[in-house]
């Protein structure tokens, strides 16, 4: 089973659709979970952290759900610019403080 | 513009070839990595420097050797490659190694075809 593992897509919505992506991690030992999203030919960049309550920005709202190992990304309002690969990326204090990253689920926005 | 930046941006070399890739940060970081993205999966750690020092080399080939010669810049050496070494090469750095929260901050990468 791979630490950490997400829907690769492609998800095409069209502008002004709602779109979530779900993310499942193995270890129940993991600390921290963060979205991070990459363009096309770009490199990652942090895109929020997911807190434990939940947490939102604009229209980006990030959940966790420690007892089903997973971790979710709503995107409300879609937006053309919101195409890009969202990376799910899991912290793992047991292993020595190691960052592991999904393979991304892919978005595309169509007008 | 990036506080991570990485030459070259593209290299294509052939399998007897050595070449080196170049990463400097500009943001006082004491902790670089060195990630490979191929298609379709996700981002493989290679090696951990901080302060400087190797601290993780997750079991990647000889024909890779990393160099730290200060905080600020890391290198990747490349030699008798392989075509399916081919990929994107990300460095990255972070305030220090073992942070949970998260951020790393990426170069653009260096995207490498073996032939």
């Known amino acids: 089973r791979k630490e950490v593992e997400q829907d690769p897509g492609p998800f095409n919505v069209p502008e002004g659709a709602t779109v979530a992506f779900n993310c499942t991690y193995s270890n129940s030992a993991s600390q921290s979970f963060f979205w991070y999203r990459q363009d096309c030919r770009k490199e990652p960049k942090l895109l929020m952290s997911v807190y434990s309550s939940g947490n939102e920005d604009g229209r980006f709202t990030a959940q966790l759900n420690r007892a089903s190992q997973y971790i979710s990304l709503l995107i409300r309002d879609s937006k053309l610019s919101d195409s890009a690969t969202y990376l799910c990326?899991?912290?793992?204090?047991?292993?020595?403080?190691?960052?592991?990253f999904g393979q991304g689920t892919e978005l595309s926005v169509k007008p | 513009e990036t506080g991570v930046t990485q030459t070259p941006r593209h290299l294509v070399m052939g399998m007897t070839n050595k070449k080196s890739l170049k990463c400097e940060q500009h943001?006082?970081?004491?902790?670089m990595y060195w990630y490979k993205q191929s298609a379709k999966k996700p981002l493989e750690l290679m090696f951990v420097?901080?302060?400087?020092?190797?601290?993780e080399n997750n079991s990647v080939p000889s024909r890779f050797s990393p160099e730290c010669p200060n905080s600020s810049h890391l290198f990747l050496h490349l030699h008798t490659l392989q075509p399916e070494d081919s990929a994107l090469y990300l460095c990255a750095s972070s305030q220090d190694r073992q942070s949970n929260t998260g951020e790393l901050f990426f170069g653009e990468g260096s995207r490498l075809t073996v032939l």
């Open positions: 943001l006082g970081h004491n902790a």
């Open positions: 990326v899991v912290y793992f204090y047991n292993q020595g403080g190691k960052l592991i």
């Open positions: 420097y901080s302060l400087e020092e190797r601290v």
